[in-house]
């Protein structure tokens, strides 16, 4: 048997496996996405699928401590998008704490290639990518507080919300 400082642990995500050594990890994963196309200006998206990675400070130690994380959630997390022009109102249903969220204002800019919501809010930054094309949906939020400086990162697809 090798004697390797680098060790593989299976993750529940499908067939992804990651690799990690004491100077760090690599992680790198390809599938083919096959989505519908997106019509009209009210959609449904859903992600079980989320990336966290940042900074954490033990509040009484404050010990700071980076994490990486890839993990599909237990709860699927669901966004209600819902375009007016320029604005879009996003309602979030969490799927952690099954929490449903106040509707959020987002400005909405319109290229070629699909949508960009954003809202910055103090010190927190949310970005939402849809593709009508596809119905592909990327959720990124980053915030800075007391106790991290950290970005999640949710991938998953919309359909039309009747």
């Not at 980076?66 to 320029?86: D, F, M, N, P, Y």
């Not at 699909?114 to 910055?120: E, K, S, V």
């Not at 592909?136 to 949710?154: A, C, E, H, P, R």
């Amino acid at each position: 048997m090798l004697k390797t400082s680098i060790g593989a642990l299976l993750l529940s995500v499908g067939a992804i496996v990651v690799f990690a050594s004491q100077a760090g990890q690599d992680f790198s994963r390809e599938v083919v996405y096959r989505g519908t196309k997106l019509e009209g200006e009210v959609y449904l998206c859903t992600s079980d699928r989320a990336t966290s990675s940042g900074f954490r400070r033990d509040a009484g130690s404050g010990t700071v401590t980076e994490i990486a994380e890839v993990s599909r959630q237990r709860k699927t997390t669901t966004w209600r998008v819902t375009l007016k022009g320029s604005q879009a109102e996003v309602v979030v249903f969490t799927g952690a704490t099954q929490t449903l969220e106040a509707a959020e204002q987002f400005t909405v800019s319109r290229g070629a290639a699909g949508l960009l919501l954003t809202r910055h809010d103090g010190l927190s930054t949310q970005t939402i990518t849809i593709d009508p094309s596809n119905s592909s949906f990327v959720y990124s939020g980053q915030d800075v507080n007391l106790l991290m400086n950290k970005t999640n990162i949710f991938v998953g697809s919309c359909r039309p919300y009747l």
